[in-house]
Each structure stands twice: as C-alpha cells, then as structure tokens.
C-alpha cells in the first residue's frame, strides 16, 4: 500500500516561533525535522486537543517543547501552528 506524505503549511505565528527557536537551540532543529517527516506519514499519531484548542493536534518535539497542528484531510496537508516552550504553549487560544 503506497502513502501519501501529507504537505507541509505553516501560520506567521509558527514561522516566527520556529525562527526564534531554533536559532537558540540547535539540537531541536534534528528532533523536529524527525518529528515532521514521521508526521508526514502518520498525522494521526498524535494527541487530539480539547476544550479551547479542539480541532488541533500536539506532539511533543522534546521533553520541552510542543508542535500544534491541525490536519486537513481533505487536502492531505498538516497545518503548524505554534511550536513553543510546553510553559508557553496552552497558555492562549490558536488562531
């Protein structure tokens, strides 16, 4: 059975997290990379989220931080929303 990687879609708010991150820490520029191409193929392999985050999804990247996402299914495409400190991460509604 042949797999469709799911593509990639990003908000202004990940893309400035991810910026500001990875340019402080170097090793989790491996940890996501790893994270983002077994999600590509198995989006479902994550947590659902509840209350005010419902319809969005988390992984843990390392022990610290937390990628949010939301999977379209009828685009085949993973949107990434906030990648951030999990201290940080559920602290306000995703947009």
Do not use: W
Request: contains cysteine; proline residues 2%.
């Amino acid at each position: 059975m042949i797999y469709l990687k799911y593509e990639l879609e990003v908000t202004e708010e990940f893309s400035k997290q991810y910026t500001k991150i990875i340019k402080k820490d170097k090793g989790l520029l491996s940890s996501f990379e790893k994270k983002i191409e077994f999600l590509q193929e198995n989006p479902l392999n994550s947590k659902p989220m509840q209350h005010s985050f419902s319809g969005n999804r988390r992984v843990h990247l390392s022990r610290c931080f937390v990628l949010i996402f939301e999977i379209n299914e009828s685009k085949k495409s993973l949107l990434l929303k906030r990648i951030a400190h999990h201290d940080d991460a559920y602290t306000r509604d995703i947009e």
